[in-house]
Nanobody
Framework: QVQLVESGGGSVQAGGSLKLSCVLS??????????MGWFRQAPGREREGVAA???????FYADSVKGRFTTSLDDAKNILYLQMSSLKPEDTATYYC?????????????????WGQGTQVTFSS
């Protein structure tokens, strides 16, 4: 049984920052079994990949967030983070973390096996 629980969403203003967290709960050595990703979905739009990370610290980002978002793993705590800075209105979405048993550093939703329930990021004027 694998559980992913995101937190840290909220309302931000243009140029603001948020840090999302995703706790991965499963038996065994967690991040050695899975490669992780962050996705987001805005109303009326398809889910899109934002960032991906593997247990060796390698990361991969969508062009739309490169230079503004940073993902990292805390192996000891089984937590995946997404630090978001210089936020823009178009970053408004529900953000999901996901785990893949077989594919690393991918932004394709179909390669991920487990998903969290999402945390919402909204913009305030």
């Amino acid at each position: 049984q694998v559980q992913l629980v995101e937190s840290g969403g909220g309302s931000v203003q243009a140029g603001g920052s948020l840090k999302l967290s995703c706790v991965l709960s499963t038996s065994g050595n967690t991040f050695s079994k899975y490669c992780m990703g962050w996705f987001r979905q805005a109303p009326g739009r398809e889910r899109e990949g934002v960032a991906a990370a593997n247990r060796f610290g390698r990361t991969f980002y969508a062009d739309s967030v490169k230079g503004r978002f940073t993902t990292s793993l805390d192996d000891a705590k089984n937590i995946l983070y997404l630090q978001m800075s210089s936020l823009k209105p178009e970053d408004t979405a529900t953000y999901y973390c996901a785990a893949s048993r077989s594919v690393c550093l991918s932004l394709r939703p179909d390669v991920y096996d487990y998903w969290g329930q999402g945390t919402q990021v909204t913009f305030s004027s």
